[in-house]
């Protein structure tokens, strides 16, 4: 009885969301081209962090080397992108990594993908508001603080704000406004900043190519110590210590420099998952997606490696200052007056920042209280302007409240958490569904191949192939060299149980490389964890993989999705204590609300109930039923 109990709760967890994607009908309104996705994607991830992250890294960790932390945390972020790209294929609906949690990996797992997405958001847009403010105020001369602190001290440290930001609650709320009175217009915004942003950057890669010189790639830290007397360029900046300069060179401080100098880096290139949350309100979003995705990371790298080269050239590394390395740089070569420039364009990055973190955070509530795992009073649309309008208020005055209130220096790791967890997800999601048997997938394929005239012969086909399955037993050799060329039950439970294992060896590989270092015990255990994991991939590799049309796929799988799940792991494990705590809080919250209210009113529980009670005659849909009991009902579909 209670095994049966435990079975029964096992399945409401486990259970998956069925999405129709035969039809392009959306309740939002479907108006965003691919270059609105580039613009977005673009926008959200070439954030303020430009003008000031590659003078800290290049000063303190990598020198000129942070050329090659940005490449390498580039193509470690692509390995997310391409992922996140398969599934804006493969499932055009809004939710992003929440909604293709909830189709592969079951309810649980969504909610906890889509609750930390909402935490994320929230913290995001708060400290960018706050920033923004920050930044407009310098620019102004501090009076905003000045007067703030004066008269509206709250004097409560650790706890609250120095003072409650009120310009950051105006902007928030001015946002919020934009984003509810229409979808086109916020992405026309966006468009407006981004453009202003990426000519800023233009304008500063430039300037390093005429201003700039090699020589400062290859400095001599002996020539520069024995400098003492001499007049310096610039007199006001002291000579350095021996310890800041490392060995000189393109490379002062070695590949440990280099990789030291990744995880802020990769932090940078957070924010192209804002793309997946527009299935529904871009025209063709199996193409528009993957486009989108890839091509704002290539943007934004190309402009990453431009500032940070061209930095590195028209200064010294080590006389790169942390806060303000353009301005103090453009002063370094005598334009002053670019500074300009500078302080225009991080406005503007902070700005496309802001709308990319209050973008996606509406849409993920609505799909989720549309789901019913959060209160159905948040899935209102808006009959005039077809946006989510009380999941985009009731976000932005969260939002709001927030920036007003607190000092979110100690929570801005939990964005960390959440995008990681996400991307982890992402990832072993199309290593699950790529190798899944054919009427798993069908539903998905459906969407990309029904004006394909040859789809009802290819169904029918594919179906009378894998229809009696010859494989039921599980062996060496039926694990290493499966007889059907196409997926079956065991291939996909084998996939299934092998990415879960792998799941926890990359957890426990990330824990043991953080914790235990380079200490003897510790690189034997993980060589040995390693091999075991390289063991696993194979075995996955050699099962057949899903035949289904998609307008992208994932190259090189299982690899790519394999090592994005340890590269996300293992900068999630190089979180403080403190953070995880808030994190175990935060869920904490979220399963309150899950179990005592989400479990039971979740779509998917409500169409279940409905289809065990067939007393009115309501049978159970066609995809449903081939996705739940493997049964190939999709001939009859095709043939239609």
Same mark, same amino acid.
């Given at each position: ?28 309104? =479907? ?16 954030? +303020? ?120 609650? $105006? ?8 984003? +509810? ?87 940078? $290139? ?48 080590? &006389? ?42 509406? =849409?993920?509530?609505?799909? &989720? +209280? ?35 209130? $607190? ?34 997938? &069908? ?147 979220? $399963? ?49």
């Amino acid at each position: 009885m209670i095994l049966a109990k435990l079975k029964d709760v096992g399945k409401q967890l486990l259970r998956v969301k069925v999405v129709d994607c035969s039809t392009d009908e959306s309740r939002l309104s =479907r108006c965003l081209n691919t270059f609105d996705l580039v613009a977005l994607g673009v926008g959200s991830t070439l954030g +303020a962090g430009v003008y000031v992250l590659a003078g800290a890294v290049a000063r303190d960790s990598a020198g000129p080397a942070i050329v090659l932390s940005f490449l390498i945390a580039a193509l470690a972020s692509v390995l997310a992108g391409l992922c996140y790209a398969e599934f804006g294929a493969r499932v055009p609906k809004t939710g992003s990594a929440y909604l293709y949690s909830y189709v592969t990996v079951g309810e649980l797992w969504a909610f906890i993908t889509g609750w930390n997405l909402i935490l994320s958001y929230i913290i995001g847009t708060s400290s960018v508001a706050r920033a923004w403010s920050a930044t407009f105020d310098e620019l102004t001369g501090n009076h905003i603080e000045g007067f703030c602190k004066q008269y509206m001290n709250m004097k409560s440290p650790g706890v609250l704000a120095e003072y409650p930001d009120m310009f950051a609650v $105006f902007i928030i709320l001015l946002l919020t406004g934009l984003l +509810a009175f229409g979808v086109k217009e916020s992405a026309m915004v966006n468009k407006i900043f981004t453009c202003i942003n990426v000519l800023v950057l233009l304008f500063v890669i430039i300037s390093g190519l005429v201003k700039g010189s090699l020589k400062n790639w290859r400095l001599d830290p002996e020539e520069i110590l024995n400098v003492t007397g001499n007049a310096t360029h610039n007199s006001s900046f002291s000579l350095p210590k021996k310890e800041t300069l490392g060995a000189g060179g393109f490379m002062p401080f070695g590949w440990t420099g280099v990789l030291s100098g990744l995880p802020p880096v990769f932090y940078a $290139f957070v924010g192209f998952d804002c793309i997946a949350t527009t299935g529904e309100e871009v025209k063709n979003p199996q193409r528009a997606i993957p486009i989108g995705i890839v091509a704002s990371l290539l943007i934004c790298f190309v402009a990453y490696f431009g500032v940070s080269a061209a930095l590195t050239v028209m200064m010294p590394y080590y &006389m790169l200052d942390k806060n303000s390395p353009l301005p103090v740089a453009f002063k370094y070569v005598g334009w002053e007056g670019a500074t300009y420039a500078v302080a225009i364009g991080s406005l503007c990055a902070l700005s496309t920042s802001l709308l990319g973190s209050m973008f996606p955070m509406p =849409r993920v509530i609505w799909a &989720m +209280a549309e789901d019913g795992l959060l209160f159905k009073c948040l899935a209102t649309i808006s009959t005039r302007t077809k946006t989510p309008l009380t999941a985009t208020v009731t976000s932005g005055i969260v939002a709001a409240v927030m920036a007003f209130l $607190f000092d979110l220096k100690d929570l801005v790791d939990l964005m960390s958490i959440g995008t990681l967890l996400a991307y982890t997800l992402v990832a072993a999601c199309v290593l699950v569904l790529r190798y899944q048997p054919e009427q798993l997938s &069908m539903a998905y394929e459906m969407a990309n191949t029904q004006d394909d005239p040859d789809v009802s012969e290819s169904y029918s086909e594919r179906n009378s192939d894998i229809s009696p399955q010859s494989e039921d037993t599980v062996s060496i050799k039926s694990l290493l060299s499966p007889s059907n060329p196409e997926p079956s039950p065991v291939s996909g439970r084998t996939v299934n149980i092998c990415t879960s294992i792998l799941g926890v060896l990359v957890c426990v590989f990330s824990v043991i490389a953080v914790q235990g270092g380079l200490a003897p015990w510790s690189v034997s255990l993980l060589s040995v964890i390693m091999l075991v994991c390289l063991l696993f991939t194979f075995v996955v590799f050699r099962q057949p993989q899903s035949k289904a049309k998609l307008a992208f796929k994932v190259p090189l799988l299982p690899f790519v999705p394999v090592i994005s799940m340890f590269v996300n792991v293992y900068l999630m494990m190089q979180l403080d204590k403190g953070t995880w705590l808030r994190f175990s809080i935060w869920m904490i919250i979220g $399963f309150f609300i899950y179990f005592g209210y989400g479990i039971r009113n979740s779509a998917e529980a409500v169409s279940n109930r409905s289809d065990a009670c067939s007393i009115k005659g309501q049978p159970m849909t066609t995809e449903k039923e081939s996705f739940l009991h493997n049964t190939p009902n999709f001939t009859q579909d095709g043939g239609d």
